[in-house]
């Protein structure tokens, strides 16, 4: 008997023990076709109270090589559903397991005649037993944001309503769909939800001209962090019309505040149908 399998001193479960950072090289058939993608993978599994450890090398044989299988993906999530089985294949102990997988994605990104492609951070994880999953896919973008308060009060001084000038904002906005397995959301369309609630998205490149109208509509849009994370809730509830009634939409945002040594901060979740239907606009969508 190995040393795993032996009693331990005390009988408590452990919910989850494996590896953090385990690295993979995925090719992802995307709609831009084939990319590949590094993967930071978390692997977990479940042992029971009269297990003293878990066999943790087969967390690393459950991540199979790109030769092996598949030599390509549909997704990111088909590939954590593939390491999610081999998991509690091979921990026959386990009675669950969670998978977790973190990249940067490229999604093109749409504001003003503007068309760029712009990386976006992509945290997507599969979690329980063979019967019941939970999936989870959080994107996080950048943009900015322009204070209403300070333009109004500056509007009032210089009397004036023609675009006041006002502090500006980098924000840091994350969007999480979590429902059942085998109902997937894009990537894209989830960052394409992201980047309309700020007063305006963030570009890699952006040349003199299209600097400068960029800043002028953001002007023309200011909008608290509060603002921000309240229409990323709802470009998260057009795209999860059609899910489970179980399914979970999450917002959190960071500003970067440029006129105070502090950051302000605003997160909001909820189960969809506890946010009222919107008018959906075809912008979430990716084309």
């Not at 023990?17 to 692997?43: K, M, Q, T």
């Not at 229409?231 to 509830?237: M, N, S, V, Y």
């Amino acid at each position: 008997m190995e040393i795993q399998d032996t009693k331990p001193d005390y009988t408590i479960p452990i919910n989850r023990v494996g590896f953090r950072g385990l690295w993979r090289r995925v090719l992802i058939d995307s709609p831009l076709g084939i990319v590949p993608l590094d993967l930071e993978i978390n692997a977990y599994v479940e042992i029971p109270e009269n297990k003293k450890g878990a066999h943790l090398s087969r967390n690393v044989e459950a991540l199979p090589e790109d030769i092996e299988f598949p030599m390509k993906a549909n997704s990111i999530e088909y590939y954590l559903e593939k390491v999610h089985k081999s998991l509690l294949k091979l921990h026959t102990y386990a009675k669950t397991a969670r998978v977790e997988a973190r990249t940067k994605y490229g999604v093109e990104i749409q504001f003003n005649g503007l068309k760029e492609l712009e990386p976006v951070e992509v945290l997507i994880s599969i979690d329980g037993n063979s019967e019941k999953k939970r999936w989870s896919t959080t994107v996080g973008v950048y943009g900015m944001t322009v204070c209403p308060s300070a333009q109004t009060t500056i509007s009032n001084i210089i009397n004036t309503d023609n675009l006041s000038p006002s502090h500006s904002q980098r924000v840091l906005l994350y969007g999480t769909i979590e429902t059942e397995e085998n109902h997937i959301v894009r990537i894209e369309d989830i960052a394409r939800c992201l980047s309309n609630a700020f007063s305006a998205p963030s570009f890699t490149l952006l040349k003199r001209m299209q600097e400068a109208n960029l800043v002028i509509s953001a002007h023309k849009n200011p909008k608290f962090v509060e603002d921000v994370v309240r229409d990323a809730i709802r470009g998260l509830r057009c795209l999860s019309e059609s899910l489970p009634e179980s399914t979970i939409i999450k917002a959190e945002a960071i500003s970067l505040e440029s006129i105070h040594p502090h950051n302000v901060y605003a997160y909001t979740e909820g189960n969809i149908r506890s946010f009222p239907a919107y008018n959906c606009e075809a912008l979430c969508k990716y084309e």
